[in-house]
């Protein structure tokens, strides 16, 4: 039972590089999120998806792009990586009703150089 | 919009003394709030939800809509509770694609001395 898996787990990126987070779930939740994770600023919503195909900004969605293709599958892209997106970031997801919380994934520790 | 705020970044408190986690928010509605804990290279995890009124690992918080509060408590710290914690609130009634979504507060890091 793997709940949400992301990769990877630390990575430096040069200015200007793209990359892509990788986020899956295997317990067949509607609901994913990425939330970046700042010092003394808490977790900020990036995007969120409520089901395959369907995708929608969050707080701070500037510099980034996600995709749904399928209900395990939520990848963060970053396109032109700048210092200001130096951060953990964290996958999550629930099920329609969060009642229940967010399961989290383990982070992904990012550095822009 | 709604907004969580934990006014202290840090807290520091000894073995066996009581802590208080601090949690306000503003929203218009019917709130549902939340504490989430993350232990040193741990991921995050729900530690309890408002709705429950549940006591979990000794800890305890109640909902004062009168305050707009959602304050964690515990009588007495042990060293294990040393971590980051997390208020958040999720509209309760909100529909549509807000319903799921958990606004957080910034955090309060949470040290028990021995």
């Known amino acids: 039972n793997a709940g949400v898996t992301q990769t990877p787990k630390f990575r430096i990126l040069k200015i200007g590089q793209s990359m892509t987070l990788q986020c899956t779930q295997d317990m067949n939740h509607n609901y994913m999120y990425w939330y970046r994770q700042d010092p003394g600023m808490g977790l900020k919503l990036i995007y969120y998806s409520v089901g395959a195909g369907i995708t929608d900004k969050g707080e701070v969605p500037n510099g980034y792009n996600v995709s749904r293709s399928t209900t395990e599958d939520f990848p963060l892209r970053l396109e032109l990586a700048a210092p200001s997106q130096t951060s953990v970031y964290f996958c999550?997801?629930?099920?329609?009703?969060?009642?229940?919380?967010?399961?989290f994934g383990s982070g992904t520790r990012l550095t822009v150089v | 919009a709604q907004r969580v705020t934990q006014p202290e970044k840090l807290l520091s408190v000894f073995k066996g003394a009581p802590v208080e986690l601090k949690c306000n928010y503003s929203y218009s509605g019917s709130p549902e709030l939340f504490w989430y804990v993350q232990y040193s290279r741990q991921r995050l995890q729900l530690l309890l939800r408002?709705?429950s009124r549940e006591s979990i690992k000794g800890f305890t918080a109640d909902l004062n809509k009168g305050e707009t509060s959602f304050h964690l408590k515990k009588p007495f710290a042990q060293e294990e509770d040393s971590a980051m914690y997390y208020c958040?609130?999720?509209?309760?009634?909100?529909?549509?694609?807000?319903?799921?979504?958990?606004?957080f507060g910034q955090g309060t890091i949470l040290t028990v001395h021995p």
């Open positions: 408002h709705i």
């Open positions: 958040a609130l999720r509209p309760a009634n909100a529909g549509g694609t807000s319903y799921g979504k958990l606004t």
């Open positions: 999550a997801s629930s099920y329609w009703d969060s009642t229940y919380g967010y399961t």
